[in-house]
Nanobody, 123 residues
């Protein structure tokens, strides 16, 4: 059974930092590019960042470039997102998914989707 379990969210003040984790199981994690996406209240899903299967190449949306850093540990089947300089507009539920900017949504209906972790940026 495929599982993607996101964790590390919480309440943080503007300018603060959080590190999100995504623990993957039930598929060969190291074979897949991976992405982080988020959904803010009342809005659609927004792709944020991707990392290739080997971890050597990363991509970012303009909205988070320079503030967020994606990484992965294939030995631990875990994806990370270091979020710095957080803004109130970063408030959202954050999800991880297999795939890159153009393909992260393709396996969602096949169970490659977790509950997400809530990030709230507020003073």
């Amino acid at each position: 059974e495929v599982q993607l379990v996101e964790s590390g969210g919480g309440l943080v003040q503007p300018g603060g930092s959080l590190r999100l984790s995504c623990a993957a199981s039930g598929f060969t994690f190291s074979n897949y590019d991976m992405s982080w996406v988020r959904q803010a209240p009342g809005k659609g899903l927004e792709w944020l960042s991707a990392i290739n299967s080997g971890g050597g190449t990363t991509y970012y949306a303009d909205s988070v470039k320079g503030r967020f850093t994606i990484s992965r540990d294939n030995a631990k089947n875990t994806l990370y997102l270091q979020m710095d300089s957080l803004k109130p507009e970063d408030t959202a539920t954050y999800h991880c998914a297999p795939g890159d900017r153009g393909s992260w949504f393709k396996l969602r209906d096949s169970g490659y989707w977790g509950q997400g972790t809530q990030v709230t940026v507020s003073s």
